[in-house]
């Protein structure tokens, strides 16, 4: 539960190693978070952090193994969650693939990767996930979408497909749950430096995860439905959405 100054005291992420995930509990952790659980495919992968966060001052902190493909066990999981550590305040759906878009482009295992990490497991997840904050009566979900869910681009339609199947969803579900208690925030970043990005060319006015760290915070503080990081990439995503498509096809984006 939040405490009386409304802040966030307890924390699971799903993805627990994204770099996003990480810079934003931080910055809870700083404040007056004191409970984090991290769900990660390997906890192992996360141990340094774990240690980082309890020094930091988290009280508990718990690495839990969480993996987005395994679909079947994401009840038990989130039951596992809440049964132990009690009411969880904020979740971060951070988990995420980039994949290659020249192979999932033609390669269709490559694709459905890329589309049940993103999509299917985000859904699968959120299903219980709500069902327990529902019950709980207060909490915010905060779902890393993405600009590219807004309209799929030729270079990275399969992973802007499923941002955009997991956006629809986390608005739908946000609307849904409106008058419990729960809010579902939708953030859309642009490109940032993180290891998902590591290796390619960064775009002009690309961010930081601390950047977006810093943006869902006040989202959260606002109650707000949907942040873009940076903001004014509302405006960018707004005008390509508008082009007719046969502008918009020439493009080399
Ligand atoms: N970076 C960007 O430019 C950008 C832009 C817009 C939106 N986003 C979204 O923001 C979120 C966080 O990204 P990030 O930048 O923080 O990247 P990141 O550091 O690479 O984090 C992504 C995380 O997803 C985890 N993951 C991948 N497949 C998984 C699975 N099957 N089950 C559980 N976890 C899985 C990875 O786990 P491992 O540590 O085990 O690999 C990793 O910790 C993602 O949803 C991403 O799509 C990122």
């Not at 904020?90 to 995420?96: H, P, Q, R």
């Not at 199947?165 to 849904?176: E, K, P, R, V």
């Given at each position: 539960m939040?405490d009386?100054?409304?802040?966030?005291q307890?924390v699971?992420?799903?993805?627990?190693?994204?770099?996003i995930?990480l810079?934003?509990?931080?910055?809870?952790?700083?404040?007056?978070?004191?409970?984090v659980?991290?769900?990660?495919r390997d906890p192992?992968?996360?141990?340094?952090?774990?240690?980082?966060?309890r020094?930091?001052?988290?009280?508990?902190?718990?690495a839990?193994?969480?993996d987005?493909?395994?679909?079947e066990?994401?009840?038990?999981f989130?039951?596992d969650?809440?049964?132990r550590h009690?009411?969880?305040?904020?979740?971060?759906?951070?988990?995420?693939?980039?994949?290659e878009?020249a192979?999932?482009?033609t390669?269709?295992?490559?694709?459905l990767?890329?589309v049940?990490?993103?999509?299917?497991?985000?859904?699968?997840?959120?299903v219980?996930?709500?069902?327990?904050l529902r019950?709980?009566?207060?909490?915010?979900i905060v779902?890393?979408?993405s600009?590219?869910a807004?309209?799929?681009?030729?270079s990275?339609?399969?992973?802007?497909?499923?941002?955009?199947?997991?956006?629809?969803?986390a608005q739908?579900?946000?609307?849904?749950?409106?008058?419990?208690?729960?809010?579902?925030?939708?953030?859309?970043?642009?490109?940032?430096?993180?290891?998902?990005?590591?290796g390619?060319?960064?775009?002009p006015f690309?961010?930081?995860p601390?950047?977006?760290?810093?943006?869902?915070l006040?989202?959260?503080r606002?109650?707000?439905?949907t942040?873009?990081?940076?903001?004014f990439?509302?405006?960018?995503?707004f005008?390509?959405?508008?082009?007719p498509?046969?502008?918009?096809?020439?493009?080399?984006?």
């Amino acid at each position: 539960m939040k405490d009386a100054l409304g802040s966030v005291q307890s924390v699971l992420v799903l993805g627990g190693g994204s770099e996003i995930a990480l810079a934003t509990v931080r910055r809870l952790v700083t404040g007056r978070a004191r409970t984090v659980v991290l769900g990660a495919r390997d906890p192992e992968r996360v141990r340094s952090e774990v240690d980082e966060l309890r020094r930091a001052g988290a009280a508990t902190v718990d690495a839990v193994r969480f993996d987005a493909l395994e679909t079947e066990t994401h009840g038990a999981f989130v039951d596992d969650v809440f049964d132990r550590h009690g009411d969880i305040d904020l979740v971060l759906v951070a988990f995420g693939v980039l994949g290659e878009h020249a192979v999932s482009e033609t390669d269709a295992e490559a694709a459905l990767a890329v589309v049940r990490t993103n999509f299917v497991g985000a859904v699968s997840v959120l299903v219980p996930l709500a069902a327990r904050l529902r019950r709980q009566g207060h909490g915010t979900i905060v779902v890393l979408s993405s600009v590219a869910a807004e309209r799929a681009r030729k270079s990275n339609f399969v992973y802007g497909a499923s941002k955009a199947g997991l956006d629809a969803y986390a608005q739908g579900l946000g609307d849904s749950l409106a008058g419990t208690g729960v809010h579902v925030l939708v953030v859309r970043p642009g490109f940032v430096r993180s290891k998902m990005t590591a290796g390619l060319r960064p775009v002009p006015f690309a961010t930081t995860p601390e950047g977006v760290a810093e943006a869902i915070l006040d989202g959260v503080r606002r109650d707000a439905h949907t942040v873009w990081v940076p903001p004014f990439l509302r405006v960018v995503m707004f005008a390509l959405r508008q082009l007719p498509r046969p502008v918009f096809r020439r493009l080399e984006i």
